[in-house]
C-alpha cells in the first residue's frame, strides 16, 4: 500500500497547528509541522512533504518569503503550497487578491483557517490528486 500523503502545517500559533493535525492525522494523513518559515523551509527540505499548509503572516520568515525560498531550492521547488489566510474577507474582490497573491508566489492557492474543517479536508485531498 502506498504510503499516506506527508503535509506539513506551518503556524505560528500553537493552537492552530494542534487543530489541524489531529484533523488531517484522522483523515489518513501524515503530519508534521513548524512554527515559522525558516523552519518550513528547513523541514521542506529533509522531509520532502507532498503539500504544505503555510500562514503567511509569521515571525522570523513570513509565508511568502518562505515560499520563494522554496522554489529557489532544487530540492523543494515543485512542493506543493497552499497559503493559510485568517483573512476572511467576504468581498469577491479580496478573494480575488488572496487568489492573485497565492499565484504570483507560485502556491497552489489559498484556503481560510475559518473554513469548516471537512471542507478543507476534501480540498486538500483535490489539490493533492
Known amino acids: 500500500m502506498a504510503e499516506q500523503p506527508l503535509i506539513l502545517i506551518v503556524d505560528d500559533e500553537a493552537v492552530f497547528r494542534e487543530i489541524f493535525s489531529?484533523?488531517?492525522?484522522?483523515?489518513?494523513?501524515?503530519?508534521?509541522?513548524?512554527?515559522?518559515?525558516a523552519e518550513a523551509v528547513k523541514k521542506a527540505k529533509d522531509l520532502k512533504p507532498d503539500l504544505i499548509l503555510m500562514d503567511v503572516k509569521?515571525?522570523?520568515?513570513?509565508?511568502?518569503?518562505?515560499?520563494?525560498?522554496?522554489?529557489?531550492?532544487?530540492?523543494?521547488k515543485?512542493?506543493?503550497v497552499v497559503f493559510l489566510t485568517s483573512?476572511?474577507?467576504?468581498?469577491?474582490?479580496m478573494q480575488d487578491i488572496n487568489i492573485k497573491f497565492s499565484?504570483?508566489?507560485?502556491?497552489?492557492?489559498?484556503?481560510?483557517?475559518t473554513e469548516n474543517l471537512d471542507t478543507l479536508v476534501n480540498k486538500i485531498q483535490e489539490i493533492l490528486r
Not at 22 to 37: C, H, I, M, P, Y
Not at 59 to 74: E, F
Not at 87 to 93: A, S
Not at 103 to 113: I, N, R, T
Open 22 to 37: 489531529v484533523k488531517l492525522s484522522s483523515s489518513g494523513f501524515r503530519v508534521d509541522t513548524a512554527e515559522n518559515g
Open 103 to 113: 499565484e504570483a508566489f507560485g502556491a497552489q492557492g489559498y484556503l481560510k483557517k
Open 58 to 76: 509569521m515571525p522570523v520568515m513570513d509565508g511568502a518569503v518562505a515560499l520563494l525560498k522554496l522554489r529557489d531550492d532544487p530540492v523543494t
Open 87 to 93: 483573512l476572511g474577507d467576504p468581498r469577491t474582490e
Open 78 to 80: 515543485n512542493v506543493k
